[in-house]
C-alpha cells in the first residue's frame, strides 16, 4: 500500500495551502482516509478525515471552520483545503488510511510520507 502525498510548503499567515493524497495498492471497502499533522515537539494529532463509502467528514476543532477535506472515492483521492492559516498550524501533515479508522491515531493502517507545512507570521 502506497500514499502519496502532496502541496505544502512555506506561507503567510492567512494564506491557504492545498493537500492532496493518493492511495494505491490497498484492498479496503470501507475505510477512512484522513490528514494528521506533527508539530516540533508535539504529538501527531488528528486533523481531517473522510469515510468512504459514506463521504462522511469529520474535523478537529483547530481545524473546522477553516480547513476542508474533500476527495474521490474511485479514484482513491482525498484533498485538504486549510484556509487562513496560521502560525500554529505549522507542522508536518501526514495522509493515512485506516480500515476500520478515520479519527483514531492508532488506527490507522498504512501511512504517507508527509509534507511539511510552515506558515510564517
Known amino acids: 500500500v502506497q500514499l502519496q502525498a502532496s502541496g505544502g510548503g512555506v506561507v503567510q499567515a492567512g494564506d491557504s495551502v492545498r493537500l492532496s493524497c493518493v492511495a494505491s495498492g490497498h484492498t479496503f471497502r470501507s475505510y477512512g482516509m484522513s490528514w494528521f499533522r506533527q508539530a516540533p515537539g508535539k504529538r501527531r494529532e488528528f486533523v481531517a478525515g473522510i469515510t468512504w463509502p459514506s463521504g462522511s467528514s469529520y474535523y478537529s476543532d483547530s481545524a473546522r471552520g477553516r480547513f476542508s477535506i474533500s476527495g474521490d472515492n474511485a479514484q482513491d483521492t482525498v484533498n485538504l483545503q486549510m484556509n487562513n492559516l496560521k502560525p500554529e498550524d505549522t507542522a508536518l501533515y501526514y495522509c493515512?488510511?485506516?480500515?476500520?479508522?478515520?479519527?483514531?491515531?492508532?488506527?490507522?493502517?498504512?501511512w504517507g510520507q508527509g509534507t511539511q507545512v510552515t506558515v510564517s507570521s
Open positions: 493515512a488510511i485506516g480500515e476500520w479508522s478515520t479519527v483514531s491515531e492508532s488506527g490507522m493502517d498504512y
